[in-house]
């Protein structure tokens, strides 16, 4: 099985056990971003593909979300609002479409939590270098080395407000089929992925030196699950979706699971 998934530090985690040694599943990774990925899965490139908690819902039409796993976090120190004049002055804010998902968070608790409405400014291709050092009042910074960036500027975590707001954490993306191509063997293998890392996830932490930011994320904050949890935040999920205009209803994400007959036949 040929998957795609986001070459990102959080997504790439789940991948840890595998490449472990500990274990082996048969499953062939192919990375790139958001965008990429869902490109692939739509042109029959893979078999399966991570996808945002955006478009999932924009394009349920098309896609099998699979069950067992999804990418969730109680705050998430990759993606992060810089407000250079704090809450005070908050008029546009700057943000490279490619990270669409994290800018529609920030819009949320920016209105919900501090009653802010500020214009959202897209800059097509811009690094996380350029808006830091663009004049905008403020940016939303994804990327690998957000985690360490330094400023006097006021720093929200945006996963971290999300759970202020709904109480549950934010679900970025989870694994997808295509329309009706989901099958049993891809979300065991899936689910195996998930075992995988959370089973050597101890071991990873001790064998990688990082900055105490990152390890308390990978060790406490970073969510493989698709629990009860990650789907009570996507009812909320859902409904700002209908709220801010993205769907034009309030959707129920159709999730694929094992065929209960299989599921008993494979415990047996």
Known sequence: MELAIWNSPAAEFLLSGQESGAMHIPVYAKRGTPEECLTWLSAGLVDVAMVSALEAYRRS??????????????????????LRKGLSQV????????????????????????????????QPGAAPTALLSSNTEACVLVGDNIPLIHSEALLLDIGQEWYELSNYPMVWGFW????????????????????????????????????????????????LSFDDLAIASLTEWSQYLYYYGITEEVKDLVVYQIPTGEAEEDDE
């Open 61 to 82: 039409e098309e896609l099998s979300i699979l069950s067992g796993v999804a990418l969730s976090t109680w705050n998430n120190p990759y993606a992060r609002l810089l």
């Open 91 to 122: 008029n546009t804010i700057a943000y490279n479409p490619t990270h669409e998902l994290e800018a529609l968070i920030a819009r949320i608790i920016l209105k919900e939590h501090y009653a802010l409405e500020p214009e959202f400014q897209a």
């Open 176 to 223: 997808a089929a295509r329309k009706d191509e989901a099958t049993p063997e891809m979300i065991e293998r899936l689910v195996a992925l998930r075992q995988a890392a959370e089973a050597y996830r101890s071991k990873w932490l001790q064998a990688n030196d990082m900055p105490p930011v990152i390890h308390h994320f990978y060790a406490d904050d970073l969510r």
